[in-house]
């Protein structure tokens, strides 16, 4: 069986045609998402501590950073699956547990956000 991480490292490659990039020396479970053109991160995926994240359990959970509108951040932390942003700028990004009850949809809904907000055209658009 396929895990959602995988799922989520497939969508991401067919929808954006980018592919997961390990940049951390031996550290294969975090993966950076660029855009091809301007090399800015839209999502990283990575293991952490259930401790880290203040989250009852031993081992580890796979979190999903996403960026988001800060009040979009604020509505989504509310949430069980989803915390301010682990190792981000908490006000920008957000952290997703992508093994919880969470709708695939909706992982790649905040995908293709991320994606938006991170792309050097959208930032023209609003200047």
């Given at each position: 069986m396929i895990s959602r991480r995988e799922t989520?490292?497939?969508?991401?490659?067919?929808?954006?045609?980018?592919s997961p990039e390990y940049l951390f020396d031996g550290d294969f479970d975090t993966a950076v998402f660029r855009h091809n053109d301007t090399k800015k991160w839209f999502g990283i995926i990575m293991?952490?501590?259930?401790?880290t994240l203040g989250i009852e359990g031993e081992g580890?959970?796979?979190?999903?950073?996403?960026?988001?509108?800060p009040l979009l951040v604020d509505i989504l932390v509310q949430r069980e699956s989803f915390l301010r942003a682990y190792h981000m700028n908490k006000r920008l990004w957000v952290s997703i547990l992508i093994d919880s009850e969470i709708e695939?949809?909706?992982?790649?809904?905040?995908?293709?956000?991320?994606?938006?907000?991170?792309?050097?055209?959208q930032k023209r658009k609003k200047q």
């Amino acid at each position: 069986m396929i895990s959602r991480r995988e799922t989520v490292i497939a969508h991401i490659k067919s929808e954006y045609s980018v592919s997961p990039e390990y940049l951390f020396d031996g550290d294969f479970d975090t993966a950076v998402f660029r855009h091809n053109d301007t090399k800015k991160w839209f999502g990283i995926i990575m293991k952490v501590k259930c401790s880290t994240l203040g989250i009852e359990g031993e081992g580890t959970v796979d979190v999903m950073n996403v960026k988001c509108d800060p009040l979009l951040v604020d509505i989504l932390v509310q949430r069980e699956s989803f915390l301010r942003a682990y190792h981000m700028n908490k006000r920008l990004w957000v952290s997703i547990l992508i093994d919880s009850e969470i709708e695939e949809g909706e992982i790649f809904e905040l995908i293709e956000q991320s994606f938006q907000l991170t792309d050097k055209k959208q930032k023209r658009k609003k200047q």
